[in-house]
């Protein structure tokens, strides 16, 4: 495996990832304010009153996203129709999702598990805390992938539990449609023309506010979507690592990655507003055309095969890219006498005897 100073090194890229995502959602949402406010005919110039006005702007703002963001989970489970599954009704995902809790130190406080009807192979997770976080996954994964590679997902997506991602990028999220919210006002605003003005703000200052404003409105959304969509991409390289780290099996984390990047079918129905949490992108971005490639900039992953290059370059030696994919077939139609043979780092690997419906 790779050195343990290496996940070291990535864990705290990405804790300050998540420090500048927060500084730098609270600046644009701060800017916002003082802009509005000036063109509310509020005295913002003046410094001690701009600043006092800003920041008890800014901090009403953020405690609603705050607030809001508290239901985000559930949201999220609602609008993936999600359904909670009890350990009866799926005993061997269970028994994969105990060892990867196991090894990840979690069994006490698991998240819960929840199943997504869907064919496509694709998960997530979600929860502002540790303690009411979820995860779930779609039949077509459970469908899809062997035990080891399913487990290298479950993996995934605990270590954004783990790393404290979900909260973060939830977080980001709101704050994004925060900035979105106040853009639109500032557009009403100047579209209606009802300036207040007070005797303490000019005509050249209401003018100074209305070019500021429309700066703010085009450049405000597009600095918050990139702040979020940067970040979250750096998540994906961790959550990756994590896994294979937690389960001493990178060569199964990057089988799962090049089965599901091989896979191609689709998730039918997504928010795009919980587009981020998913395992893989569920936006369809095919081709190497240009607008293929600039949709790629705003993806809120990177590629499979950018993440399957990370996960290889991180464990140099002891993966393989080529080897063949097992299949992912019944009992009865395995050869038992004579099994394929495992892969590196793992031992024999016990399908599934049939998928969840």
Not at 151 to 172: G, Q, S
Not at 205 to 217: E, M, R, T
Not at 285 to 294: H, L, Y
């Amino acid at each position: 495996m790779a050195d343990r100073a290496v996940y070291d090194t990535l864990t705290r890229h990405n804790r300050r990832a998540s420090r500048l995502l927060i500084a730098g959602s609270v600046t644009v949402v701060a800017v916002i304010v003082w802009v509005a406010a000036g063109l509310f005919g509020m005295p913002v110039l003046d410094p001690l009153t701009g600043v006092t006005i800003t920041a008890i702007g800014t901090a009403v703002g953020l405690g609603l996203v705050f607030a809001a963001s508290s239901a985000g989970p559930k949201v999220a489970l609602k609008a993936a129709h999600a359904k909670p599954l009890a350990r009866n009704d799926a005993p061997d995902l269970y028994r994969v999702y105990d060892e990867v809790c196991v090894a990840a130190g979690a069994l006490g406080n698991a998240p819960d598990l929840y199943l997504v009807q869907d064919t496509a192979p694709n998960a997530f997770a979600t929860g502002m805390r540790r303690n009411n976080a979820a995860i779930a996954v779609t039949t077509g994964l459970i469908d899809t992938l062997p035990r080891y590679e399913l487990r290298a997902v479950l993996a995934h997506e605990l270590a954004h539990v783990l790393n404290d991602d979900v909260r973060t990028v939830t977080l980001a999220v709101a704050t994004a449609g925060l900035v979105a919210l106040l853009a639109d006002i500032l557009v009403r605003y100047m579209w209606l023309g009802g300036r207040r003005r007070s005797s303490n703000n000019n005509n050249a200052a209401q003018i100074v506010f209305v070019v500021i404003g429309l700066l703010a409105v085009i450049i405000a959304p597009i600095v918050a979507r990139l702040i979020r969509y940067a970040v979250s991409r750096q998540r994906e390289y961790l959550a990756d690592a994590t896994a294979a780290e937690l389960l001493r099996d990178p060569q199964s984390m990057v089988n799962a990655l090049r089965r599901i990047d091989e896979n191609p079918t689709v998730l039918n129905k997504f928010d795009v507003a919980t587009a981020h949490l998913w395992f893989e992108e569920p936006n369809a971005i095919d081709g190497d055309a240009k607008a293929a490639k600039f949709a790629r900039r705003f993806a809120t992953h990177p590629s499979i095969r950018q993440r399957i290059e990370r996960l290889a370059t991180l464990n140099a030696g002891m993966v393989s890219l080529d080897q063949p994919l097992r299949p992912h077939a019944p009992p009865s139609n395995r050869d038992d006498d004579n099994p394929p043979p495992p892969p590196p780092f793992a031992p024999f690997d016990p399908l599934f005897p049939k998928g969840l419906s």
